[in-house]
């Protein structure tokens, strides 16, 4: 494609990798073709090549609107897109630098400005948040059946291993998974102690920054993510062997650690070393002899693969290769590489477009009648657990005595 970016933005890093970016795309439309908002919408400017072309008129002096904002805003960042791409296109990144540039440059109403202030606030501190979701559940009965849904029930979470091991790695719990479904990070720990693998969890849990990175306040994202690394750097002095996520949405963002300090010089070379650490759950256990392994039940079992995952990290068919050769009765279905409608914040923020995507998944799953669905992101584990009577979980707890 060819551009002509404005001074103000050829002499930007990130204006210039912008460009560099946008001269990959040819606007052939393939990525429309898997986008999960263009195939509801039907709107060329809420699919890729109309989003690309959005940010490409801005970065060439035209002013941004609330439209053209409205239309960034829609993008999951599922990324998927990029998996269809045949130049290679890295549209996430793209997607961030025009969504900051924008963000700097219009004004959102009172109203969304503050329902981002209060997701920032409110989900990416632990204590916070589990004393919210404390007084939700004491309400719980009181609730109409939608609000209901969105609040689950308290499952009670195996004691962590208290066994030792010469290989260790560091398992960060973050912001909103203590609270929701503390039960993943004891599954986790159980299972990497039966692989000879001590897992190391933090105490107190933090955001990783990814919420606010996505809610419009780069800064406090940026000051969250050197908070993470001050935190965590004693972990990997003493030689831990990986950074394990058990969310792909939070692993896919401290892999990014790198490329978001790269020009702060106080924090650039922790900030890779972090980031080459960051393995996903999946990238840890199958790595290993998993013939001890086994599901812990035998029922049909779906396996939703989150986009943060199979897209974001590249990692698709791993679980469900784990799975398999473990022996779980794994069911297929239609579409598994769409996008749930979880993203992030994105239920909160765009609910009606996340609420169709999720009832479309559920529809797919639900036709092949699986006794349990499971994932790899708390979000997409409560986003789907708020439409479904199937019990939803994450895959560790699948394979968990």
Request: overall charge neutral.
């Amino acid at each position: 494609m060819q551009t002509r970016l404005i001074e103000q933005f050829l002499a930007d890093p990130k204006g210039q990798r912008a460009d560099e970016i946008l001269r990959k795309c040819v606007h052939c439309g393939f990525c429309n073709a898997t986008c999960p908002t263009y195939e509801i919408l039907g709107d060329e400017r809420d699919g890729p090549r109309g989003r690309i072309y959005q940010i490409k008129q801005v970065l060439e002096g035209q002013s941004p609107s609330y439209e053209t904002r409205r239309h960034l805003d829609q993008c999951l960042t599922c990324r998927n897109c990029e998996i269809t791409c045949p130049s290679g296109v890295d549209y996430g990144e793209l997607l961030d630098i025009g969504r900051e540039i924008i963000e700097k440059d219009t004004s959102r109403p009172l109203t969304d400005r503050l329902k981002r202030y209060l997701i920032r606030e409110c989900l990416a501190y632990p204590d916070r948040f589990a004393a919210l979701l404390g007084m939700g559940r004491l309400l719980r009965p009181l609730l109409p059946g939608r609000l209901k849904t969105l609040i689950p029930i308290k499952l009670p979470a195996p004691p962590n291993p208290a066994s030792s091991h010469p290989r260790k790695v560091f398992l960060p719990e973050g912001c909103v998974q203590p609270a929701l479904s503390p039960s993943i990070t004891s599954a986790a720990c159980n299972v990497l102690d039966k692989l000879g693998i001590e897992a190391i969890t933090e105490d107190p849990a933090a955001c990783c920054g990814a919420l606010h990175h996505h809610t419009s306040a780069p800064e406090k994202a940026l000051r969250l993510v050197r908070g993470r690394i001050d935190a965590w750097w004693p972990y990997v002095e003493t030689g831990i062997e990986a950074i394990v996520s058990t969310a792909s949405g939070c692993g896919i963002h401290i892999k990014h650690y790198g490329e978001l300090l790269k020009h702060d010089p106080d924090y650039a070379e922790k900030s890779r070393k972090i980031s080459d650490l960051t393995k996903d759950l999946i990238e840890i256990i199958d790595q290993e002899d998993i013939t001890r392994l086994r599901p812990n039940n035998d029922c049909p079992v779906a396996y939703h693969p989150p986009c943060t995952l199979q897209h974001g990290q590249r990692l698709a068919g791993r679980v469900e290769n784990l799975l398999d050769s473990i022996g779980t009765k794994r069911i297929r279905f239609n579409e598994p590489h769409l996008c749930c409608g979880a993203a992030g914040s994105y239920t909160l923020l765009q609910p009606k477009l996340s609420a169709q995507l999720k009832e479309k998944k559920l529809q797919n799953i639900s036709r092949e009648r699986p006794e349990l669905i499971v994932t790899a992101n708390i979000g997409c584990l409560h986003h789907l657990a708020s439409g479904t009577s199937i019990p939803v979980r994450h895959w560790v707890e699948l394979i968990t005595d």
